[in-house]
């Protein structure tokens, strides 16, 4: 089984990684965790991701936190929750 994020998709995380309050802060990267977690959890369960527009596909968490670490990189130090815990 596979899935893809879609360009649309990918979009609209990099919205989520980017938007900031007027002060400055992100203000949305709680939902972008929460998306990224739900891609985490696709590729658990033994389904590969492919991402739309690139010759990438996540097949294991190792290869799911290379791609996501990259591309969203101050998630891990900026915020508190992190997209390899579950509540």
């Known amino acids: 089984m596979n899935d893809t994020i879609s360009v649309e998709q990918l979009r609209g995380l990099d919205a989520l990684y980017e938007a900031r309050t007027p002060s400055g802060r992100p203000s949305d990267w709680g939902i972008l ?19 739309e527009g690139t010759d990438t596909v996540l097949t294991t968490w ?24 579950d509540r």
Not at 33 to 51: M, Y
Not at 64 to 82: I, M
């Open 62 to 85: 190792q290869g799911f936190y290379d791609w996501a670490h990259g591309r969203y990189h101050a998630l891990e130090d900026g915020y508190d929750a992190w997209i390899g815990h």
């Open 33 to 51: 965790v929460e998306e990224l977690r739900k891609i985490r959890r696709t590729v658990e369960a033994g389904i590969k991701v492919k991402i």
